[in-house]
């Protein structure tokens, strides 16, 4: 124990905190831990309180505003575990319903994809690009990926359909009157849209007219970026189309 | 009483528990209708009470707000007779009559809210105390309307402050003076009498009454309850209350004392002489008084089962039928295999079926009359793979070393190097192939205990590549190029507390601070799927020995049972007082038992969610259990370091375990149940001798009718080795399927 007069008074009261409330054995850097704590609790309580003393018109702030701004602190932020009898009738109800039948020879046994993470947590972007001037204004949705925020987790289990196309490159012809599934998001998304939420589906016919190499452009440039670097399914391409999103 | 605030009704369990305390003791056992009845006759100590304190303002709040609560809930036939008994205008704000037993105004009028569908009751009760005295209505209207909650929930003025020291002074001194034989008995009431005179005080703002109390009478407690003393020392004011939901929980469920006939008398009878028996009133208010005819328990019976949170249980509470055998294992014929040993029965010779090794105490052809039926519960069907898992297991058991007294188990010890003091959870595979630690840094890390490393599952491209009628079908869908040591699974965003690998080896279940539990899948290693429900740190979690349901507990004090395919809990287990710290299933899949930070274990029935069977004597917040391969025996540990063994079916303490110094972290029964392993945060690793511990109880109709035990002292001989490991804390135990014992800790220099 070092010498009382290197200890600032605040650590002091902590530490005679700690030992009244029978804490007798603990880290030292806990005081610290506790004290920072201390430090933001209270002030915010007392930024609070300033809040709805000026929203009182009260020139300054006295104890009423102090109790408010606790107790909406508490609602908040240091909720406690309902009461119990409130979970024993919560409980009741749940428990009247019988078990749930085990269907026989289902595969692995999950909840409906949108509890599960197994979707994939990014978007496809659509670009307007003038892809060929002679073809008129069709615009050609191009395939890059959204912003993703980093999650290692993704889940790759799902493959999005885009992937079939990526697979055909370099046979322009074949491209030729097949439909391919491509994820046009509408714009009016924000780039952190979640999995569960089904990105819009529209089947593209590519037209023949619209064959050529800017076409090759398109699947070539069906860049896949996951954030976890393992286990996928697409190659990564040219950077260069990347949209700064 | 915050309860109120929904207006919902209790279990009837809960119903019948709050009103009998109510009657004047002698009735204890019997329904709601003898307190009613017998409430005039045993509150005549203190109805006097009531015609002099009928006109005080809080009375008058109180039937105010009673009116208040039955309109608010359209018991408009209540509400009116309830007028019309006060004898109340149309619209007055009355008062209503105080409970008969006159001081009984939280209790009572905690009943009521309680009980706000019950009409009939409130109707009683409503008789009842008009015939004890009923106040003119006096209160005019329009007044402010009382808030229910606030005003049944206050502890009413029993008395004048100061006077509390006096009558709990009085009391202990006629305990003192009792006989021996009574003492210990009527000592137990000292807690929680206390501590519910103490909170009231707090109640009613008394603040400094309230320190001097305290000061005064609190050294006086068992050095047990001293934990729980601390807390009450910290609240000093009425709203420190209000934060505190095991406070409020212990306020409002009664504390359970088993006291004998006779002791009770002799304590009634005093109580009952005295002018101001607000004690009586407390006792009657906040105590269930547990009955029993016979000799009064000693001390040492006493502490071996008192400690918990809400005192013991009570005898109903463990009487319910428990089906505590073993699921009849599947017959699964054996292929015909070239590389055992021993005489192996070949295909279609079902009668040389495998009884050989032990399959665990089912009893081959008859139905086992303590076993519940295969489809109590639907359990999934087996699949191929799990035949073949089921085949090497029996495989593996011929070749189970039988453990005894004299042939101790080796035990291996996995330490987890730097981890930090970070390591919060441990699980190893049924055939302890995989180890998976759960981190502090929230993340979850999984390794290959054998040579073959972890692989992941190919891709969807690469998997339409490969031959699938291939015999290896299933190691080519491995990719070869992700094969490394261990893995890390992240996904978590607080400290992972709790981990649990599937029967079959293909999911990976963590529970975290973040209170949601997440299922990982060991072929891909990433996430499927993250179940929310809990709103506060899961402690715990565990998969069903035979898959697919799993159960969870967490700080909010409820335990869940949960299915994979099911994105919300099936069931939900309510009625500890403080957080779960610990959950486990069954062998047989229909029961969980719950440890918890109360000091006391539930066990749950899966089917209809309902607890049968509540057990109390550790002395501090268990942290682990492990129920016995037999599935007849349950055993715990705590903080108190102690392991204590019950006994299901009766429902029993028939062991007590002491040689630890700390928290005992892990438990597990050997293969066949005859060695208890135990580790602890001591740094060591125990064996005690489990067969022995079980073998001569004696379960005489008197034991199994109260539930009064008597421990032998034997914990020196059943011990049967102490092995201690280099600073590292025991966090897990395992026994593989030969016997061999498995621990795992993280060194802590």
Same mark, same amino acid.
């Given at each position: 124990?070092?010498?009382?007069?290197?200890?600032?008074?605040?650590?002091?009261?902590?530490?005679?905190?700690?030992?009244?409330?029978?804490?007798?054995?603990?880290?030292?850097?806990?005081?610290?831990?506790?004290?920072?704590?201390?430090?933001?609790?209270?002030?915010?309580?007392?930024?609070?309180?300033?809040?709805?003393?000026?929203?009182?018109?009260?020139?300054?702030?006295?104890?009423?505003?102090?109790?408010?701004?606790?107790? $909406?602190?508490?609602?908040?932020?240091?909720?406690?575990?309902?009461?119990?009898?409130?979970?024993?009738?919560?409980?009741?109800?749940?428990?009247?319903?019988?078990?749930?039948?085990?269907?026989?020879?289902?595969?692995?046994?999950?909840?409906?994809?949108?509890? $599960?993470?197994?979707?994939?947590?990014?978007?496809?972007?659509?670009?307007?690009?003038?892809?060929?001037?002679?073809?008129?204004?069709?615009?050609?949705?191009?395939?890059?990926?959204? &912003?993703?925020?980093?999650?290692?987790?993704?889940?790759?289990?799902?493959?999005?359909?885009?992937?079939?196309?990526?697979?055909?490159?370099?046979?322009?012809?074949?491209?030729?009157?097949?439909?391919?599934?491509?994820?046009?998001?509408?714009?009016?998304?924000?780039?952190?849209?979640?999995?569960?939420?089904?990105?819009?589906?529209?089947?593209?016919?590519?037209?023949?007219?619209?064959?050529?190499?800017?076409?090759?452009?398109?699947?070539?440039?069906?860049?896949?970026?996951?954030?976890?670097?393992?286990?996928?399914?697409?190659?990564?391409? @040219?950077?260069?189309?990347?949209?700064?999103? | 009483?915050?309860?109120?605030?929904?207006?919902?009704?209790?279990?009837?369990?809960?119903?019948?528990?709050?009103?009998?305390?109510?009657?004047?003791?002698?009735?204890?056992?019997?329904?709601?209708?003898?307190?009613?009845?017998?409430?005039?006759?045993?509150?005549?100590?203190?109805?006097?009470?009531?015609?002099?304190?009928?006109?005080?303002?809080?009375?008058?709040?109180?039937?105010?707000?009673?009116?208040?609560?039955?309109?608010?809930?359209?018991?408009?036939?209540?509400?009116?007779?309830?007028?019309?008994?006060?004898?109340?205008?149309?619209? !007055?704000?009355?008062? +209503?009559?105080?409970? !008969?037993?006159?001081?009984?105004?939280?209790?009572?009028?905690?009943?009521?809210?309680?009980?706000?569908?019950?009409?009939?009751?409130?109707?009683?009760?409503?008789?009842?105390?008009?015939?004890?005295?009923? /106040?003119?209505?006096?209160?005019?209207?329009?007044?402010?309307?009382?808030?229910?909650?606030?005003?049944?929930?206050?502890?009413?003025?029993?008395?004048?402050?100061?006077?509390?020291?006096?009558?709990?002074?009085?009391?202990?001194?006629?305990?003192?003076?009792?006989?021996?034989?009574?003492?210990?008995?009527?000592?137990?009431?000292?807690?929680?009498?206390?501590?519910?005179?103490?909170?009231?005080?707090?109640?009613?703002?008394?603040?400094?009454?309230?320190?001097?109390?305290?000061?005064?009478?609190?050294?006086? /407690?068992?050095?047990?309850?001293?934990?729980?003393?601390?807390?009450?020392?910290?609240?000093?004011?009425?709203?420190?209350?209000?934060?505190?939901?095991?406070?409020? @929980?212990?306020?409002?469920?009664?504390?359970?004392?088993?006291?004998?006939?006779?002791?009770?008398?002799?304590?009634?009878?005093?109580?009952?002489?005295?002018?101001?028996?607000?004690?009586?009133?407390?006792?009657?208010?906040?105590?269930?008084?547990?009955?029993?005819?016979?000799?009064?328990?000693?001390?040492?019976?006493?502490?071996?089962?008192?400690?918990?949170?809400?005192?013991?249980?009570?005898?109903?509470?463990?009487?319910?039928?428990?089906?505590? *055998?073993?699921?009849?294992?599947?017959?699964?014929?054996?292929?015909?295999?070239?590389?055992?040993?021993?005489?192996?029965?070949?295909?279609?010779?079902?009668? +040389?079926?495998?009884?050989?090794?032990?399959?665990? *105490?089912?009893?081959?052809?008859?139905?086992?009359?303590? &076993?519940?039926?295969?489809?109590?519960?639907?359990?999934?069907?087996?699949?191929?793979?799990?035949?073949?898992?089921?085949?090497?297991?029996?495989?593996?058991?011929?070749?189970?070393?039988?453990?005894?007294?004299?042939?101790?188990?080796?035990?291996?010890?996995?330490?987890?190097?730097?981890?930090?003091?970070?390591?919060?959870?441990?699980?190893?595979?049924?055939?302890?192939?995989?180890?998976? *630690?759960?981190?502090?840094?929230?993340?979850?890390?999984?390794?290959?205990?054998?040579?073959?490393?972890?692989?992941?599952?190919?891709?969807?491209?690469?998997?339409?590549?490969?031959?699938?009628?291939?015999?290896?079908?299933?190691?080519?869908?491995?990719?070869?190029?992700?094969?490394?040591?261990?893995?890390?699974?992240?996904?978590?965003?607080?400290?992972?507390?709790?981990?649990?690998?599937?029967?079959?080896?293909?999911?990976?279940?963590?529970?975290?601070?973040?209170?949601?539990?997440?299922?990982?899948?060991? /072929?891909?290693?990433?996430?499927?799927?993250?179940?929310?429900?809990?709103?506060?740190?899961?402690?715990?979690?565990?998969?069903?020995?035979?898959?697919?349901?799993?159960?969870?507990?967490?700080?909010?004090?409820?335990?869940?049972?949960?299915?994979?395919?099911?994105?919300?809990?099936?069931?939900?287990?309510?009625?500890?007082?403080?957080?779960?710290?610990?959950?486990?299933?069954?062998?047989?899949?229909?029961?969980?038992?719950?440890?918890?930070?109360?000091?006391?274990?539930?066990?749950?029935?899966?089917?209809?969610?309902?607890?049968?069977?509540?057990?109390?004597?550790?002395?501090?917040?268990?942290?682990?259990?492990?129920?016995?391969?037999?599935?007849?025996?349950?055993?715990?540990?705590?903080?108190?370091?102690?392991?204590?063994?019950?006994?299901?079916?009766?429902?029993?303490?028939?062991?007590?375990?002491?040689?630890?110094?700390?928290?005992?972290?892990?438990?597990?029964?050997?293969? @066949?149940?005859?060695?208890?392993?135990?580790?602890?945060?001591?740094?060591?690793?125990?064996?005690?001798?489990?067969?022995?511990?079980?073998?001569?109880?004696?379960?005489?109709?008197?034991?199994?009718?109260?539930?009064?035990?008597?421990?032998?002292?034997?914990?020196?001989?059943?011990?049967?080795?102490?092995?201690?490991?280099?600073?590292?804390?025991?966090?897990?135990?395992?026994?593989?399927?030969?016997?061999?014992?498995?621990?795992? *800790?993280?060194?802590?220099?």
């Amino acid at each position: 124990m070092s010498a009382p007069k290197t200890i600032p008074k605040d650590a002091q009261v902590m530490i005679q905190i700690l030992k009244d409330m029978g804490v007798t054995e603990y880290e030292p850097r806990v005081i610290n831990q506790m004290l920072e704590f201390t430090y933001r609790y209270v002030t915010t309580i007392i930024e609070d309180a300033k809040i709805y003393a000026t929203h009182a018109k009260k020139s300054s702030v006295d104890t009423d505003d102090i109790k408010l701004a606790i107790q $909406c602190r508490m609602d908040q932020s240091f909720t406690s575990p309902p009461p119990r009898d409130f979970l024993l009738e919560v409980a009741r109800q749940k428990n009247q319903t019988p078990l749930p039948l085990i269907k026989p020879y289902t595969g692995p046994r999950l909840p409906p994809d949108r509890y $599960c993470l197994t979707a994939p947590n990014y978007r496809l972007k659509s670009i307007q690009k003038k892809v060929t001037p002679s073809a008129g204004r069709i615009t050609v949705p191009r395939l890059s990926v959204g &912003a993703v925020s980093s999650r290692p987790t993704t889940p790759t289990l799902g493959t999005p359909s885009v992937q079939s196309v990526s697979t055909k490159v370099g046979a322009p012809v074949s491209l030729t009157g097949q439909r391919f599934t491509v994820q046009i998001p509408p714009p009016s998304q924000t780039t952190k849209t979640t999995t569960p939420s089904t990105p819009a589906v529209s089947n593209v016919l590519i037209n023949p007219s619209l064959i050529g190499s800017k076409n090759i452009l398109i699947t070539t440039n069906m860049v896949s970026q996951s954030a976890s670097g393992d286990s996928l399914k697409r190659k990564h391409e @040219d950077d260069d189309d990347y949209d700064a999103l | 009483m915050a309860a109120v605030q929904g207006g919902l009704v209790d279990t009837k369990d809960e119903v019948d528990v709050k009103t009998e305390p109510a009657s004047d003791g002698f009735g204890n056992n019997t329904a709601n209708d003898s307190r009613l009845l017998s409430a005039p006759p045993g509150s005549s100590t203190a109805v006097g009470n009531n015609k002099p304190a009928a006109g005080t303002p809080e009375e008058q709040q109180t039937l105010l707000a009673v009116l208040q609560f039955l309109k608010k809930n359209k018991l408009s036939e209540s509400a009116e007779i309830l007028r019309r008994e006060a004898g109340l205008p149309e619209d !007055a704000l009355d008062l +209503k009559g105080t409970d !008969a037993s006159g001081s009984g105004q939280g209790g009572a009028a905690g009943s009521v809210d309680t009980e706000g569908g019950n009409a009939n009751a409130l109707l009683s009760r409503v008789t009842v105390s008009a015939s004890a005295g009923v /106040q003119a209505p006096t209160k005019a209207v329009g007044e402010d309307q009382p808030d229910v909650s606030v005003v049944l929930s206050a502890y009413s003025q029993q008395g004048d402050p100061a006077l509390y020291d006096v009558y709990y002074s009085s009391l202990k001194k006629f305990i003192e003076s009792v006989l021996d034989c009574h003492r210990a008995e009527l000592s137990q009431v000292f807690y929680p009498l206390f501590v519910h005179m103490y909170l009231e005080l707090v109640y009613n703002n008394h603040e400094s009454e309230a320190k001097a109390f305290y000061e005064k009478f609190s050294g006086d /407690q068992e050095c047990y309850y001293e934990d729980d003393l601390r807390v009450l020392s910290s609240l000093t004011k009425k709203e420190h209350m209000r934060g505190n939901e095991t406070l409020l @929980d212990f306020r409002t469920s009664k504390f359970v004392l088993r006291i004998s006939r006779d002791s009770y008398q002799l304590l009634k009878r005093h109580l009952q002489e005295r002018q101001n028996n607000q004690i009586w009133n407390i006792i009657q208010e906040h105590l269930y008084i547990d009955i029993f005819d016979g000799m009064p328990r000693s001390k040492s019976q006493i502490d071996a089962m008192s400690g918990s949170l809400a005192g013991e249980a009570r005898r109903e509470a463990n009487k319910a039928k428990v089906y505590y *055998g073993l699921l009849k294992e599947p017959e699964i014929e054996l292929p015909l295999d070239d590389e055992d040993e021993e005489a192996e029965n070949e295909e279609g010779k079902p009668k +040389k079926k495998k009884p050989k090794k032990d399959n665990v *105490g089912s009893k081959s052809k008859k139905q086992d009359p303590n &076993a519940p039926s295969q489809t109590r519960i639907p359990l999934p069907e087996l699949k191929d793979s799990d035949k073949l898992d089921k085949i090497m297991y029996m495989k593996e058991a011929t070749k189970k070393i039988r453990l005894g007294p004299d042939l101790l188990p080796s035990i291996c010890f996995y330490t987890f190097l730097n981890a930090y003091q970070g390591l919060t959870a441990v699980d190893f595979t049924d055939d302890s192939s995989l180890i998976a *630690g759960g981190f502090a840094d929230s993340t979850v890390r999984v390794w290959s205990v054998t040579p073959k490393k972890l692989r992941k599952v190919k891709t969807a491209a690469d998997l339409n590549l490969i031959d699938k009628e291939s015999d290896d079908v299933l190691e080519r869908i491995m990719d070869e190029k992700t094969a490394s040591e261990s893995k890390i699974l992240y996904g978590h965003s607080g400290p992972v507390y709790g981990i649990s690998f599937s029967p079959d080896r293909n999911y990976l279940l963590s529970s975290s601070e973040d209170a949601t539990i997440r299922l990982w899948s060991l /072929q891909t290693f990433t996430c499927l799927v993250g179940y929310k429900g809990h709103n506060y740190p899961v402690w715990d979690t565990q998969f069903s020995p035979h898959g697919y349901y799993f159960v969870s507990g967490g700080h909010d004090r409820v335990a869940r049972l949960w299915a994979t395919d099911h994105y919300q809990p099936l069931r939900i287990f309510a009625g500890h007082l403080a957080d779960i710290t610990c959950t486990r299933f069954h062998p047989n899949s229909n029961y969980v038992a719950t440890g918890s930070s109360d000091r006391t274990i539930r066990l749950w029935d899966v089917l209809t969610g309902n607890c049968v069977r509540i057990f109390t004597g550790h002395k501090g917040p268990i942290h682990a259990i492990t129920f016995s391969p037999n599935g007849k025996f349950l055993a715990s540990g705590a903080t108190d370091g102690r392991v204590l063994l019950w006994d299901i079916g009766h429902g029993l303490m028939v062991g007590e375990l002491k040689g630890h110094t700390d928290t005992i972290y892990s438990l597990r029964f050997s293969r @066949d149940g005859e060695i208890l392993a135990s580790g602890s945060m001591d740094n060591t690793v125990r064996l005690w001798d489990a067969m022995k511990a079980f073998d001569d109880l004696e379960t005489d109709d008197f034991t199994a009718a109260t539930g009064h035990i008597h421990l032998q002292d034997n914990s020196q001989e059943l011990l049967l080795g102490t092995y201690t490991s280099k600073s590292t804390p025991v966090v897990h135990l395992h026994f593989t399927r030969r016997n061999l014992l498995l621990a795992a *800790g993280a060194y802590n220099p």
